[in-house]
């Protein structure tokens, strides 16, 4: 792939930074394993319960706040050192469950599922410290010119790593006992980690940034999140959107292996099903979005999550559509929450002034990321009570999530529609690199707390727009 591996003929000005596409590339293995549908089938497997296993989903979106308050090591220590600090940190935790892949061949016992989460914990722990560096500090040492090309290259080699990685995944599922198959996955996350933090070192440093005031952000937090504001309603809109939407794709996996047990890489190609849904939305969706705004295809988010709330309604009582059903509600919500995440990242410049652009956006991936992660594990403690079909797994409390689906899509549509947009002065929509391709976690990259426009000062402030988080 020339085009997209920069080579020093085929693209000189972009091969510098080569590094950092390998990087995007490796750190898919990493993250598609470690805190994906492959770390829930885990869990399951060595007897989690549903409140574990939300508990372990949610930790990436309720560890936001470390991400924030780690921006403060980088005017000190500088964005290479802290990336690569965390994201050498978070390696280890990746080898807990190669271990326990190999003892839980002899037979689970009850201390793993705790150790199993644990590990995830620390994992995401650590990615939030160095994910306080992300993109700001590859927006730092791209020039103007180059950061577009780069970033569609980056989403690109995340694509195809990511689908990869599920694809592998489902194969050695099929082929393998189950913890053969979750060692020789966790295997290759760890050595996607290794080789993903090597690659983070063959790029240069950028300045360090000025200092963060906080009295600053402390002051102005309040102002944004209950001032009445187009920014206020739709941060808290865009929050409860999110709590419904955050805990369908652990809850959707753990219910698959538990209730009709299917095998865990038919559960994997479902996921296939779902990226799929997710690709045909960053490649057809942001054609239109500039001609119609966003704020069509925010509602139009909102009906997909209608169709795939009913779906699992009928679904979870009486078998509807079996196989073929699964899928194609599994590449909807993909759909819909790609959807969501574009349409977010368009509509957002337009409800905040320039000014106060680049607090605003961190509040919001704050408060939607933090409120979201939650949801899995309020959902969980409910779930895990009852005598349901699925052992250990209240079926009649799932139903009535996706009711809980259907009725906030419902209330949701007409809210999100009475927001202005302003369609006549166009802004520039926020990047944020590969994000668009993993929407379930778009809005921890929203809470980088750093203004970029004081990185790069011989650049004029009016080209520069505030940046936010790299993936982990």
């Keep these: 792939m020339p085009s997209f591996f920069p080579t020093a003929k085929s693209d000189p000005e972009l091969y510098p930074f080569r590094p950092g596409l390998t990087f995007s590339f490796f750190n898919a293995l990493a993250w598609q394993i470690g805190i994906g549908t492959p770390m829930v089938l885990f869990a399951e497997q060595l007897g989690a319960t549903p409140f574990q296993v939300g508990l372990a989903y949610s930790f990436v979106f309720v560890l936001t706040p470390v991400q924030i308050l780690s921006t403060a090591l980088l005017p000190r220590h500088g964005f290479k050192a802290v990336m ?20 839980a061949m002899r037979g689970e016992r009850p201390w793993m599922v705790d150790a199993l989460i644990w590990s995830v914990f620390f994992f995401c722990f650590f990615r939030s410290i160095g994910a306080a560096a992300g993109v ?3 927006y730092a040492i791209l020039p103007p010119g180059l950061r577009g090309r780069y970033f569609a290259n980056d989403q690109f080699v995340s694509a195809v790593a990511g689908v990869g990685t599920l694809l592998a ?3 050695v599922f099929a082929l393998l006992p189950v913890y053969m198959a979750l060692l020789l996955q966790y295997c290759l996350a760890l050595v996607g980690s290794v080789v993903s933090y090597f690659s983070l070192r063959k790029l240069p440093d950028a300045e360090r940034p000025v200092a963060i005031s906080i009295r600053t952000v402390l002051r102005d937090t309040p102002r944004h999140l209950f001032r009445p504001s187009p920014f206020r309603r739709y941060v808290w809109l865009a929050a409860w959107f999110a709590v419904i939407s955050t805990p369908i794709p652990p809850f959707a996996a753990y219910y698959l292996k ?3 047990r299917l095998s865990s890489g038919q559960i994997m190609l479902f996921e296939v099903m779902r990226y799929a849904g997710v ?10 979005i500039d001609v119609t705004g966003a704020k069509p295809f925010l509602i139009l988010t909102l009906g997909l999550y209608l169709l795939v709330g009913v779906y699992w309604w009928i679904y979870l009582r009486s078998g509807f559509g079996g196989i073929a059903g699964i899928a194609a509600v599994y590449f909807l919500l993909g759909l819909g929450a790609a959807t969501w995440n574009i349409a977010n990242l368009n509509f957002l410049p337009k409800v905040i002034g320039a000014g106060d652009r680049t607090l605003a956006v961190a509040v919001h991936g704050a408060v939607t990321a933090f409120v979201g992660g939650f949801s899995p594990i309020g959902w969980g403690l409910f779930l895990k009570t009852g005598e349901g079909a699925a052992s250990g797994f209240d079926v009649a409390v799932f139903q009535w999530f996706f009711v ?3 009725v906030t899509a419902i209330v949701l549509s007409p809210l ?42 011989e650049e004029p402030v009016a080209r520069v727009e505030p940046e936010v988080q790299k993936r982990g």
């Design 136 to 138: 700001s500090w590859f």
């Design 416 to 457: 999100l529609a009475r927001l202005p947009e302003d369609r006549g002065h166009p802004v520039e929509p926020i990047l944020i690199g590969n994000a668009i391709l993993r929407p379930f976690r778009a809005a921890t990259y929203l809470v980088n707390l750093i203004d970029v426009r004081s990185l790069r000062v």
């Design 169 to 171: 995944c489902a194969a």
């Design 279 to 288: 690709m045909v939305a960053a490649w057809t969706i942001r054609r239109r």
């Design 404 to 406: 809980s689906v259907v």
């Design 84 to 103: 690569l600090g965390g994201w050498r940190t978070r390696s280890f935790f990746l080898g807990v469950p190669v271990v326990l892949a190999l003892l």
């Design 258 to 260: 538990v209730g009709p």
